[in-house]
Every structure is written in C-alpha cells, then in structure tokens.
C-alpha cells in the first residue's frame, strides 16, 4: 500500500527557516512530478510549488525567491526548502505526487511563523 509522509513541520520565528520532506513508501514505482499545497484558516488550498518529471519547477509568486521544491529519486521523496519565512506563511502544508498513473496527498504538516 503507498504511503506519503509529511515531515519537518513546526514553530518558527519570522526570518527563519523550514524544510519539508514528503515521502514515498509501498511502491517501486518512482515519483514522477511533485507538488506542494498549503492552506491557512478560512481561506482555500493553494498549489505554491510544482517539480515536473523533467525536473523544472514553478511557484506561486508570494512564495518565488524564497522556497525551492527538490526531489530525491534515490529516496523517493520530494522536499520543500523554505527561507525567509514570514507570519503569512502559517498554514497546513500539502504534498501530492504522481506514481504512475495516480496521484497521492500527503496528511499535511502545520508550518507556524511566529511574528
């Protein structure tokens, strides 16, 4: 059964900084594109990174410059490298990865910017 894992979520000041880790477990198939997702309270999911399979990537412009979307295929998992971080970032963060033909989400992790 495919499992993803959140990881690397929690408290952090204004300025600081965060990875996220989203792994991929039960299959042998490799993750193809990569995405990651956040939503804070009351207002809707926003997708605000994309790695494809070719490996670009795309941002939501208020987190461009700041955070980078990578991907390990040797540990099947993507990543969300967050700098810079500021008190509007606080939210639940997704991930979602295509294996083969379907996609998968992750459980989401709280990310919280203290000001």
């Known amino acids: 059964q495919v499992q993803l894992v959140e990881s690397g979520g929690g408290l952090v000041q204004t300025g600081g900084s965060l990875r996220l880790s989203c792994a991929a477990s039960?299959?042998?198939?490799?993750?193809?594109?990569g995405y990651w997702y956040r939503q804070a309270p009351g207002l809707q999911r926003e997708l605000i990174a994309t790695i494809t399979s070719g490996g670009s990537t795309d941002y939501a412009d208020s987190v461009k410059g700041r955070f980078t979307i990578s991907r390990d295929s040797a540990k099947n998992t993507v990543y969300l490298q967050m700098n810079s971080l500021k008190p509007e970032d606080t939210a639940v963060y997704y991930c979602?990865?295509?294996?083969?033909?379907?996609?998968?989400w992750g459980q989401g992790t709280q990310v919280t910017v203290s000001s």
């Open positions: 039960g299959t042998s198939l490799g993750i193809n594109a």
């Open positions: 979602t990865v295509a294996l083969g033909n379907r996609d998968y």
